[in-house]
């Protein structure tokens, strides 16, 4: 009798519990669940996923298509093209003091790739990573696929979610090796404060930690800590030597769908870093890369023009959730907003899942990002100004029902 579909679909699925129990125990995206209900209705507004609703600068999709036309269409070296890789240099060293060399430097599918070879350079199994949370939901997993065990370190809003270097010490073991920094934060919008870095460096030269620094949102920050300027935790005093920077083109360029990251570490680093690159990638895609070279070139006013746009959006979203009754932290660095949804009586998965059937409006449970951003909703503000008056006024209403306000 010959095999059917439904037959071939049961032997599957029973073969799924002999897969790996690493990734068997790995819950998906919080993220993209919402994304993809949002995805099947009409008329959503979302503001769900971490996405710049601009178009690529101009100047980046003309070299792209350049090169295409050109023929550039085979392998660059592995760590990336040399004058990309010189660019990105020159560029941390004018935006925030850092010195590294060409080699340093390796071009990734994005900034997840580079989390990842980062992950698989530093940590063996058992040892144990630190991650300040709320955070993205990529962070845990990476740690996890290397081997190591995660600590998550708990943040709060009463503390503009700062984490402390007290905070950290207190979770410090024997088994410590890697603490993970990503700031300005996703999902909080926070950007730790430079007396508080110094702090945390100082902790981490104790212990003889390594550091993990996602910057990736490094160019959009605003209000004091624009005036203040990102501080790059490499840039602090004995963090160079120990820390792997990763940064990348999707959120300050709008270059999400071009995936190209990097990660820069002191060279005796890198080479070790290299070997994880080089066997699952090659090389990031060669368009891309040259599109990433026009941006640091051609595009530094886009960046400045979108900076500004957020910073009008996020003024707007956050006013607007306040006046609604729902306490919202000022978010000053990437384009999202943390509001407090508890005066609801709702969790953070039925206010959400509420909001998307009710009103239209897509957004992520805080629970997503770790356990101190339950009682919390993530909003981003990459959408247009349009979008983030109708959805904030959709938010108020709902807010409103919820509690019984008259």
């Known amino acids: 009798m010959s095999e059917t579909a439904t037959d071939r679909h049961e032997e599957a699925t029973r073969l799924v519990g002999r897969l790996s129990s690493r990734i068997r125990t790995v819950p998906p995206s919080g993220i993209r669940r919402f994304f993809e209900i949002a ?13 710049p609703d601009f178009v690529s600068p101009q100047p980046v999709i003309e070299a792209a298509k350049a090169s295409l036309d050109a023929g550039r269409t085979g392998y660059t070296a592995n760590l990336g093209l040399a004058e990309l890789r010189d660019a990105i240099a020159g560029e941390l060293k004018d935006l925030h003091g850092l010195e590294y060399q060409s080699n340093e430097i390796v071009v990734t599918i994005g900034a997840s790739e580079a989390m990842l070879i980062a992950m698989l350079a530093l940590v063996d199994p058992g040892d144990e990573v630190l991650i300040p949370e709320p955070c993205f939901v990529s962070y845990g997993p990476s740690a996890f696929f290397a081997g190591g065990e995660v600590v998550y370190v708990p943040t709060r809003a009463e503390n503009d979610f700062q984490v402390t270097a007290a905070d ?3 979770r410090i073991t024997d088994k410590t090796k890697v603490l993970f920094l990503g700031y300005p934060n996703n999902p909080t919008g926070a950007v730790l404060r430079q007396e508080t870095m110094e702090e945390i460096a100082k902790l981490v030269v104790k212990h003889d930690l390594f550091v993990i620094s996602d910057e990736i949102y490094s160019r959009l920050i605003y209000g004091e800590a624009f005036e203040r300027g990102h501080v790059s935790v490499p840039a602090l005093e004995g963090m160079w030597e120990r820390t792997i920077l990763l940064g990348g083109f999707s959120k300050n360029y709008a270059m999400t769908g071009w995936r190209i990251g990097y990660a820069c570490a002191p060279r005796p680093i890198m080479e070790e870093m290299y070997k994880a690159h080089q066997y699952v990638v090659m090389s990031a895609p060669t368009m891309g890369q040259v599109g990433a070279l026009a941006a640091i070139q051609h595009a530094q006013e886009d960046v400045e023009n979108m900076r500004q746009s957020y910073d009008a959006r996020r003024r707007y979203i956050v006013d607007g959730l306040r006046e609604a009754g729902l306490p919202t932290f000022e978010p000053e660095g990437a384009f999202y907003c943390f509001p407090d949804i508890t005066s609801t009586g709702l969790t953070s998965e039925e206010f959400a899942q509420q ?4 009103e239209k409006v897509a957004c992520v449970p805080g ?19 349009e979008n983030v008056q109708e959805a904030t006024k959709r938010i108020a209403r709902f807010a409103r029902k919820v509690r019984g306000d008259a």
């Open 367 to 385: 629970g997503a990002f770790g356990p101190s951003g339950e009682g919390y909703l993530r909003c981003s503000y990459a959408t247009s100004m």
């Open 168 to 170: 950290i010490e207190a």
């Open 39 to 51: 995805a099947t209705m009409d008329d959503v507004i979302s503001l769900g996923i971490g996405e």
């Open 355 to 358: 909001l998307l059937m009710e």
